[in-house]
């Protein structure tokens, strides 16, 4: 696009801009429809899908971080998972104490928000293998990992 498409579009009268939208809801449906949510960015992030199950070399360690708080993370939580809670104002530091940069992270939380929140901290951070799973549930099917209740 071109500076002249925009002076045309901030010329136009609003049954024009409603059309403009129209066509852009448009292509973002056909979009959604033929690729998924995939296509779009949250908050300027991009977000990885979790629809398959996630290729863990065997034998090659990694880290499954829960990044909820001690008492969600009591309540359930991905079997062989460490926490460190995002809330936690000393995360980044006990993140650079417990983690290693080269060493694949599996992150996820409740819904999705604090997992990519623990991502975009710890790149900050230098670590530069870490994967979003975003929740409890898709991130036990990807790694094929049992949901732990209390007492597991």
Known sequence: MNIRFFSELGQMGLGQMGFFWAIVLVVS????????????????????????????NPGE?????????????????VEGAI????????????????????VPIYVYCRSGNRSSQAKRALEKLGFNKIHDLQTVEKTAKALDKKICKPNC
Do not use: I, M, S
């Open 29 to 56: 449906a056909v979009l959604v429809g033929r690729f998924g949510w995939r296509v779009f960015v949250q908050l300027g992030q991009e977000v990885e899908a979790v629809d398959e199950k996630v290729a863990v």
């Open 83 to 102: 926490n460190l809670n995002l809330y936690d104002p000393q995360f980044t530091v006990k993140a650079q104490k417990q983690l290693q940069p080269n």
């Open 61 to 77: 360690p990694y880290v499954l971080l829960d990044v909820r708080t001690p008492d969600e993370f009591q309540e359930e939580h």
